[in-house]
């Protein structure tokens, strides 16, 4: 079973009765508040024209002259990936897919871990059809001033909800940590914030960040030394602690 769905640079040419509706999170077609204004019953997909916006709230990178490359669509693939983002697709032409490494690049990725990613194909054949077997949806028609999209019916199966951080869980005892009074939980909070700033090609608070995650490792550290893992969650604050103070993004 196929689906259609049109896109379109200027949200208001979209078909209001769109029951999926893709968007532009970023770059100069930014659209957002355009496409749900029109659409305003339709389940709303971002896409990154930079990959610098990651996380549960993005659907697709694109990866075409202007925009993403190949490389950087195949990083903030694999970032959504550590994200434990349900919900991840790229869109490309036929050059890139077939003859820039894309495709051989996402299916490596998707051996790797185990997952499927979305491959969106810009085709203007004119059909509506499905031209390759590896193909969830194609972009095959572009009359102006929208564009006209084939998909295989579960193209836009639902993504995973973001995990919940629960800094409930986490120790609010004020500590004296590094020359200052602090707590494990701000400390956390405090990194996912800085972290949530970091993108593939733009560092933000890089020395805050360092030094937060030098105090987290101190309360991961503390948290080994004390031992007995199931009271008061401390193998899974251990855990969480330590991914944070490696550097990694875990909300």
């Not at 040419?13 to 029109?38: C, I, M, S, W």
């Not at 950087?72 to 994200?83: D, G, K, R, S």
């Not at 890139?96 to 894309?102: F, K, P, T």
């Not at 006209?148 to 019916?153: G, Y």
Request: overall charge positive; glycine content about 8%; aromatic content about 10%.
């Amino acid at each position: 079973m196929l689906i259609d769905f049109d896109d379109a640079v200027t949200g208001a040419n979209l078909d209001p009765k769109q029951t999926h509706a893709v968007f532009y999170e970023d770059g100069r077609f930014a659209n957002r508040a355009a496409v749900a204004a029109r659409c305003p019953h339709a389940k709303l997909y971002g896409i990154t024209v930079t990959g610098a916006i990651t996380g549960h709230g993005v659907f697709a990178i694109d990866c075409e002259a202007g925009d993403a490359s190949v490389a950087t669509a195949l990083h903030w693939v694999e970032e959504q990936i550590h994200l434990g983002v349900g919900l991840i697709c790229v869109y490309a032409n036929e050059d890139r897919w077939l003859n820039q490494g894309l495709l051989a690049g996402v299916q490596a990725l998707e051996r790797k871990y185990g997952v499927k990613i979305r491959k969106w194909l810009a085709h203007y054949t004119g059909k509506r059809a499905l031209e390759f077997p590896w193909v969830d949806a194609e972009q095959y028609a572009d009359p102006g001033p929208i564009d006209r999209n084939v998909a295989l019916a579960n193209f836009f199966g639902d993504a995973l909800p973001a995990p919940s951080p629960h800094y409930e869980r986490f120790d609010t005892t004020p500590r004296w940590v590094l020359g200052k009074t602090r707590t494990e939980r701000g400390q956390v909070e405090l990194y996912d914030r800085l972290r949530a700033k970091q993108t593939p090609t733009h560092h933000p608070h890089r020395l805050q960040l360092g030094f937060v995650r030098l105090v987290l490792a101190w309360y991961a550290r503390r948290l080994k030394q004390l031992g007995s893992p199931d009271l008061w969650n401390r193998g899974w604050r251990l855990d969480q602690l330590s991914e944070r103070a490696k550097g990694q993004r875990v909300v």
